[in-house]
């Protein structure tokens, strides 16, 4: 699709931004609007050495880490929820094969903040935890005034790139999510690169008609990337659910690496790309995802 | 885990109890996989708490109520809520502000003998036993808010432990004082509410102790399920179970497609 504004491009085109070594941002929320059809196509590329910076998160970290693209990985919350642990994260966590740069809430916020800001660091309170003895670099104990609270430096957190998906969007670039929009823009504030994926494209005047539903305003987008189902098997709010079934194939292939590259080829990397994977996932199934039965 | 049978599951036990303790006009935060901090926020606001505020950590929701259970991040919640606040103006109040929040309610992988929290690992941090999902928020309401209610849906010696593994929420830290010399606002957990009974902390040594037990649930048992030596009364009391009205108000309008007892049955005995 050619569009006045240009940020319209396909999936290929969008991904050229991520190169090897790159840190890069991923937004939604758990399983909320995880922008996988970005994900898939980055380990359908084979990029490798990623320092991850995910927003709290599910099956986007995991499945990054479990190809193999990534070399640390800040952690604020990567989690199965209900599914349990996220399973390649652990994994990899517990043989040290991924460096986990542990992070909190105020750690993550304090950080994107600053990078969203052009400051150096974040100040935020020091709650007592463990994370400045794993994490020295990423808390550092602040000069404060004689009888302040303590404080701790967060060094601001700018990604090289960062991977949202939002619902819809208008051809200028507009997205919007029908849902909550979590730390996306924040992010996006503080990235230096910005990919969206959206389920569908709407003309201007849709967008018009809700301007409250754009969460992400076009002026903090690079380049947006129309693939329907692009959130699955995690959820796109408003539009359809989290893929309960799949989601549980996905766990069980994970039990070790040489089932999940299995999974992997399969899904991923047969070089057929999203219409391959939609194709592998079926229509029914995906159908099924949109009616609203599975939830709560 | 031997428990006697009841007329309840043990997530509507926990929501009860939680929600006993919850003041009327109280402000609360609940995260995302939450089904009994749910329920038993809308339970406090259908009895006895009707002006209690909570909100949606991750989606900004606030006292979304339908009758049913859903995750808190559910965008399905927006059309019920009385308001949808962004999650980067949120976080004002809830990573920095001292005191903004009454309460929150936590579960973790391990507990320890002064309600400190761990959701990180088990072991040690660079090559962990248990990978776990990290801190989010845990940090910021257990050091923030003015109390905290530790929820743990099992009770056993990998779940309470002498000393966590990694503190991720800071409770009464080593005890004492030491969670103020820190330099920590006033606040720490207040009750632990598990699926043996309902534990305090002693004021002054700050040590967890045991406040009642549930029906059927020995002092023995409760001891041989954890780690540490817990602070014991003289006399010790019974927990007071849900009552009809309770369980009648849970059902009909908090949890009306059953989440809790799909979710929370009680352990199997072993």
């Not at chain 1, 790139?161 to 996006?188: K, S, T």
């Not at chain 2, 006895?48 to 989606?59: D, E, I």
């Not at chain 2, 432990?161 to 820190?182: E, I, L, N, Q, Y």
Request: with cysteine; net charge negative.
């Amino acid at each position: 699709m050619k569009t006045s504004s240009g940020k319209i491009v396909d999936l290929a085109t969008a991904l050229a931004a991520v190169k090897d070594g790159m840190t890069v941002g991923i937004g939604g929320w758990i399983f909320h609007g995880q922008p996988m059809a970005l994900i898939r196509g980055l380990i359908a590329r084979g990029v490798r050495d990623l320092t991850l910076v995910p927003a709290p998160g599910s099956v986007a970290p995991d499945m990054l880490i479990g190809a193999g693209c990534v070399k640390e990985t800040a952690c604020v919350f990567i989690s199965f929820e209900h599914l349990g642990l996220a399973p390649n994260f652990r994994r990899a966590a517990q043989s040290g094969a991924v460096k986990v740069l542990e992070m909190d809430g105020p750690g993550i916020a304090g950080g994107l903040r600053a990078g969203a800001c052009d400051l150096p660091y974040g100040l935020i309170p020091d709650l007592g935890t463990d994370l400045p003895k794993v994490n020295p670099n990423g808390y550092r104990k602040a000069r404060v005034q004689e009888g302040s609270r303590p404080l701790l430096e967060v060094p601001a957190i700018k990604p090289d790139v960062l991977l949202l998906h939002g619902q819809q969007a208008d051809e200028e670039g507009n997205v919007q999510y029908f849902g909550a929009g979590y730390f996306d823009l924040l992010m996006a504030q503080a990235a230096k690169h910005v990919i969206c994926s959206v389920d569908r494209i709407v003309p201007s005047s849709t967008v018009r008609q809700s301007a409250r539903l754009t969460k992400i305003p076009s002026a903090f987008v690079d380049a947006i990337v129309v693939t329907p189902f692009g959130a699955h098997p995690g959820c796109s709010p408003g539009l359809y659910d989290q893929d309960e079934a799949h989601l549980k194939t996905y766990v069980a292939a994970s039990r070790d690496q040489k089932s999940f590259d299995s999974y992997l080829d399969a899904f991923v990397r047969n070089g057929g790309g999203e219409p391959a994977y939609r194709d592998k996932i079926g229509a029914q199934a995906l159908a099924a995802l949109t009616s609203g039965g599975a939830a709560p | 885990m031997p428990v006697v049978p009841q007329s309840f599951a043990m997530g509507e036990m926990l929501a009860v109890l939680l929600a006993r303790d919850m003041a009327d006009g109280e402000k609360a935060i609940v995260g995302t996989n939450s089904d009994i901090q749910v329920a038993a926020c809308n339970l406090a606001r259908a009895r006895h708490a009707p002006h209690l505020w909570w909100v949606s950590g991750p989606g900004g929701m606030t006292n979304p109520t339908e009758g049913i259970i859903r995750p808190a991040a559910d965008a399905e919640n927006i059309a019920v809520a009385q308001a949808v606040m962004d999650l980067p103006l949120m976080i004002d109040f809830i990573d920095w502000q001292i005191h903004f929040f009454d309460f929150a309610i936590l579960g973790a992988l391990q507990t320890d003998r002064f309600g400190n929290i761990n959701t990180v690992c088990v072991g040690d941090h660079a090559k962990p036993r248990l990978r776990g999902p990290g801190t989010v928020g845990i940090s910021a309401l257990c050091g923030l808010s003015k109390r905290f209610y530790i929820m743990m849906t099992r009770h056993d010696r990998g779940a309470f432990v002498p000393k966590v593994d990694f503190v991720c929420g800071a409770g009464h830290m080593t005890g004492g004082s030491s969670r103020t010399d820190a330099g920590l606002p006033e606040g720490g957990p207040s009750l632990v509410v598990t699926p043996l009974g309902v534990f305090d902390f002693e004021p002054a040594s700050k040590a967890m102790r045991v406040r009642s037990l549930h029906e059927g649930v020995t002092i023995d048992e409760v001891r041989d399920n954890t780690g540490f030596d817990l602070l014991v009364p003289d006399k010790i009391e019974s927990t007071l179970a849900p009552d009809a009205e309770e369980l009648f108000v849970l059902r009909r309008a908090v949890d009306t497609t059953g989440v809790l007892p799909a979710k929370f049955p009680w352990p199997k005995a072993n």
